[in-house]
């Protein structure tokens, strides 16, 4: 007796798919990307889309983790201590202007400031996701902050957490800036005075 054989699903790259889906995310907003559109970015059939990664939400849940994971990598690098913090934070923009002014048709600034925000009320996982990114970057900066505190860069008694999220406050005033058409000299001025408002004018 012969068996049907089943058809398999076919081989894709995991990290891939979801690169394409970011891209398709990023210009659309989580709202404006159909199944449709991810269908065709992606390359894989809904059925597909479903199986590997589920609904919509949770494959533009697995698009903001890759996103926090990259850009929590790109922030360890710039604050490595080996530099000054004026360094570093002047590294942290820079890094940060590289992703937010890139795009075909318009700078898209950042991914999560750009998507998520919009999403975060309506949906729970996303705001969790969102809140749990800007802790994460936040005390990232709070750690080299309190040893630049230690380490005599900054005055005794200075709040390392407050000055962490009034640099990242700086760092999401680019994005958002970047996304609405500031030039690269007008936000690279920013960035220079946000560093020089947290380590003092040199």
């Not at 891209?23 to 199986?51: I, M, Q």
């Not at 500031?182 to 020089?196: F, H």
Request: a negative charge.
């Amino acid at each position: 007796m012969n068996e049907k054989k089943r058809g398999r699903p076919r081989a894709f790259d995991a990290r891939e798919t979801l690169e394409k889906a970011r891209e398709v995310f990023w210009d659309r907003g989580y709202a404006g990307t159909s199944l449709d559109t991810l269908s065709a970015a992606t390359k894989l059939n809904r059925p597909s889309l479903y199986g590997a990664f589920g609904d919509k939400e949770a494959l533009y849940l697995d698009v903001m983790e890759g996103y926090r994971a990259e850009s929590m990598d790109a922030l360890a690098d710039a604050l490595d201590p080996s530099f000054p913090l004026r360094d570093n934070l002047a590294r942290v923009y820079d890094s940060a202007l590289a992703v937010y002014l890139h795009g075909e048709t318009a700078a898209r600034g950042c991914f999560l400031i750009g998507t998520a925000t919009a999403e975060a009320i309506q949906h729970e996982r996303v705001r969790d996701l969102l809140s749990r990114s800007l802790e994460d970057f936040d005390g990232a900066i709070e750690r080299r902050i309190a040893l630049a505190v230690e380490r005599g860069e900054l005055p005794e008694g200075t709040d390392a957490g407050m000055l962490a999220r009034l640099a990242s406050a700086v760092m999401h005033s680019l994005a958002v800036r970047a996304r609405a058409g500031d030039s690269r000299e007008m936000l690279e001025a920013l960035a220079k005075s946000g560093v020089d408002m947290i380590c003092g004018r040199a």
